[in-house]
Every structure is written in structure tokens, then in C-alpha cells.
């Protein structure tokens, strides 16, 4: 709406999008015609379950005393421990010691369930429901004022 109030013009706006927050389903996967796709998901983590596994080396994979698990050794990502056998080095191994604080118990010794879980939040980022809906309610509102 515009008006004009003595040497100045106001301009007042809104813009509403989607107001009544309906759920927009703006694409979904071709092979399961819905936006989710199981198969997809374990055919993306899987692969980088293995890569990291092999970047790590033999003698890093090591078994977690307490979980029993199957886990990754990044309490030293010096040589001392055993070099870090991907094309990254120790800065591969500062990553995934970075990664294993922040999705594991913090205790260097990245196993299993804690690098599934990170996985599974990496993939949810890149391809999760969230990725096939349109946006939610949005409102501008705003002035412009000319002199």
C-alpha cells in the first residue's frame, strides 16, 4: 500500500507464503515414489563405512573394551600409533577424532554404532525428508520510505 504523507512517500508491504502451512511434497525418489528411500540410504553409508574403514588402516581397527564393538582407533593420530593409511594422513585422522567427539562418547575410539550414527546424520543432511517438501510459512512485512 502506498502513501503519501507531506514531501515523503511510505511504501507498506507484506508478503505471506504458504499462510496455512501446507505440507508441499515438491519431489520424492522415482524408486519408491515416496521421500524416503531405505535402499538409497544403505547404498550411500555403506560404501563410506567401508572407505573409512580402509583409510584407517588394519592397525587402527581395533576392538572397543567396553562396547565390544568393532571401532577405529583415533586416540593418536600421530605415527607413533600407526599411519593413517588414506590419501588425507593425519589430517583424515584429526577429522574423524573431531567427529567421533562429537558423535561418540569422546573416548578415541570411534566404534561402530557411533560412526553409523554419524553417517546417518550426514546422509538426513543431504538427503532427508526434509529435502522434498516445499518451504514452510513465511511472512515479510516491511516500510519504504522515499524523501
Known amino acids: 500500500k502506498g ?11 507484506a508478503d505471506f507464503r504458504n499462510l496455512l502451512n501446507i505440507t508441499n511434497v515438491v519431489g520424492v525418489f522415482a524408486e519408491t515414489g515416496d521421500v524416503t528411500n531405505e535402499r538409497y540410504e544403505e ?4 560404501p563410506e563405512l567401508v572407505r573409512l574403514r580402509q583409510d584407517a588402516g588394519g592397525g587402527r581397527v581395533v576392538s572397543d573394551p567396553v562396547s565390544g564393538l568393532e571401532a577405529i582407533d583415533v586416540r593418536d593420530c600421530s605415527l607413533i600409533a600407526g599411519p593413517w593409511s588414506g ?10 577424532q573431531q567427529a567421533e567427539a562429537r558423535f561418540g562418547d569422546g573416548n578415541g575410539l570411534y566404534d561402530t554404532d557411533e560412526l553409523e550414527n554419524a553417517l546417518a546424520q550426514w546422509y538426513q543432511i543431504n538427503n532427508g525428508v526434509q529435502t522434498f517438501y516445499g518451504q514452510p510459512t513465511s511472512i515479510r512485512l516491511g516500510i519504504e520510505l522515499q524523501f
Open 3 to 13: 502513501l503519501r504523507l507531506g514531501p515523503t512517500d511510505w511504501t507498506l508491504y
Open 87 to 96: 590419501s588425507g594422513g593425519a589430517a583424515d585422522c584429526l577429522l574423524v
Open 43 to 46: 547404498n550411500t553409508v555403506s
